[in-house]
Nanobody, 123 residues
Framework: QVQLVESGGGLVQAGGSLRLSCAAS????????MGWFRQAPGKEREFVAA????????SYADSVKGRFTISRDNVKTTVTLQMNSLKPEDTAVYYC????????????????WGQGTQVTVSS
């Protein structure tokens, strides 16, 4: 019903910046939430940030608050994650997801997931 494609990942030095994008296609529900999650090798997928398609209210994990910014373009159905002051511990595969997600930090409340994009931060 919905396809999500992430882009913008890569290799960056600590303190640098990257901008991730997620393009959505198919049946997009304006009432849904868009979330960014990340997963490092051997670890569980964790919540990073979320935004409402309608209204644009945002939420962030404490670990990225003040460094990352999530935004969306409702017309182009794209979501962006601007990542500044990157740290080695930010290294992970980053996934975008969308769904009903009233509890935005719970991955099981998202219905659709992208394939992920690798972010590597070197020290």
């Amino acid at each position: 019903q919905v396809q999500l494609v992430e882009s913008g990942g890569g290799l960056v030095q600590a303190g640098g910046s990257l901008r991730l994008s997620c393009a959505a296609s198919g049946r997009i529900f304006s009432s849904y939430t868009m979330g960014w999650f990340r997963q490092a090798p051997g670890k569980e997928r964790e919540f990073v940030a979320a935004i409402r398609w309608s209204g644009g209210s945002t939420s962030y994990a404490d670990s990225v608050k003040g460094r990352f910014t999530i935004s969306r373009d409702n017309v182009k159905t794209t979501v962006t994650l601007q990542m500044n002051s990157l740290k080695p511990e930010d290294t992970a595969v980053y996934y975008c997801a969308t769904g009903r997600a009233t509890s935005y930090y719970l991955r099981e409340q998202y219905d659709y997931w992208g394939q992920g994009t690798q972010v590597t931060v070197s020290s």
